[in-house]
């Protein structure tokens, strides 16, 4: 017989939670788990000047990743990292990125760690986050290293990659990309920051239509990495079209002109489709994308190694069905 609920966790007390967060929220920006954020102790919104010009060299880089085949004691991931370059107001480059295939448990995450080539200090937790973050950043590193003086690298997510990959690696990275002149900027599709307990972007998209009107491009810088804290990083929301329907975090190197580098990337954001954000990254989440025919493909390719292999087909069957799957089926 199940115990008594407690009032605060049925469906409609969590829900009239929610909506007080969602509505009345309060004060102070957080985001989930801290981290080396010191946040702004006011939010000022400030209208945004669009570039007239796009960037003559535009990179853009996002990873994927799927799960292949689980044995619940070993999986089988895939990842990639794929690339977009844009130059003259069309895309060059569609590069989707090889395929990279990562067994996982029992330890065997090492030798796909081993074989990444990834900075990692010994005895660091390996996790297939680990493996892909960890190829999208090498993706980075050689769209710095390609593009030209004076280009943009757009980076999916945060400026911040694994918690595990130094901090010294990414300072590097950063100070190479100062001395080739090339701005790497990150833009992260959907936030944890928060205002109040409610999610920051949609609070401050509801205060600039009100203060600046509804089709208003704006920016607000909303934290910096602490002094003590390298690579130095800005973190601002910013509003890039005024067709848009949504703002975005974007994270810069804390020596950019914040201002100058938004009014760049809305020159990015005007595609009819998603209208902004930076078209090149959009592109690049469409080839890093590891849908169904993916993984069928690599499953595939596993299987006939198995089979070549010896491994009869019941053994491969036992491993890897899904047994509760099958009972919900049935």
Known sequence: M???LHPDASVPAAAARLA???TAGGEGLREPGGGDLAFEHALQLRPLGRSPEQPADVWAVDGGQALVADARCLQVYVTRAATARWREGRIVVEDEGDVRAHLLGLGEERRSLAASGAPVPAG???DINLLRDWGEWSAVRASVEAADRGAVVLVDGDLQPDWRIPAAWLSDLLGTAAGRGVLVAAVTKHTSLSWGGAPLLGH??????AQLGPRSC???PVAHTRPDV???IQVVVARLDPDARFSFRVDLPSGADAEAALGLLSALSDDAAFPGYPYPLSVADRLAACP???RDEVWSEMQAVLDRA???PDVQERAFTDRHRLMERS
């Not at 401050?204 to 239509?209: F, G, Y």
């Open 2 to 4: 199940a115990g008594a």
């Open 20 to 22: 007080r967060l969602l």
């Open 124 to 126: 660091s937790p390996v």
């Open 204 to 209: 401050l998209e509801r205060l600039a239509d």
């Open 218 to 220: 704006w920016w607000v």
């Open 230 to 232: 390298a690579p130095g």
């Open 292 to 294: 169904g025919w993916v």
């Open 310 to 312: 010896g491994v009869p």
